[in-house]
């Protein structure tokens, strides 16, 4: 979260980043909140699917819930605010990176459809490191 926040790449945050990330997480927060809607201060995996369909992420109930379980840092079958926020960074730099991706191979003239790239194992490894 440092390196997000970290505007001038001194791998360090000045007071002024600190502030942003302080803002950041208590918008994480309140969003955590609304979609906890048991108010049992963590999300199961269906609240956190309707959350990722919201958002507008396209991806299946297969991936989600191994996603599920890799920020289900204490495998008790729901995320707590931590895992929440890591699940959040994840799919954001994902799509991020996807997004990236897509746009350098449309310029190039790879064929496609619009929501898929190409890709050989070199490629796949060096967009895996960029997450």
Known sequence: MIKMFDRDGTRHISF???????????????AFDFLDKDRSGTLSSDEISQAVIQAGYNITRRTLNIL???FDFQNKGSLQF???????????????????TEQLQRQS???GQPGTIMLDFDAFADLASQI
């Not at 002024?16 to 309140?30: A, P, S």
């Not at 931590?82 to 990236?100: A, K, P, S």
Request: hydrophobic residues 35%; glycine residues 8%.
């Open 82 to 100: 931590d895992g929440y926020v890591q699940l959040c960074l994840f799919l954001g730099t994902t799509r991020n990176v996807f997004t990236r």
């Open 68 to 70: 599920f379980k890799k």
């Open 109 to 111: 003239s790879v064929p």
């Open 16 to 30: 002024q980043e600190f502030v942003e990330l302080h803002n950041y997480l208590g918008k994480m927060r309140q």
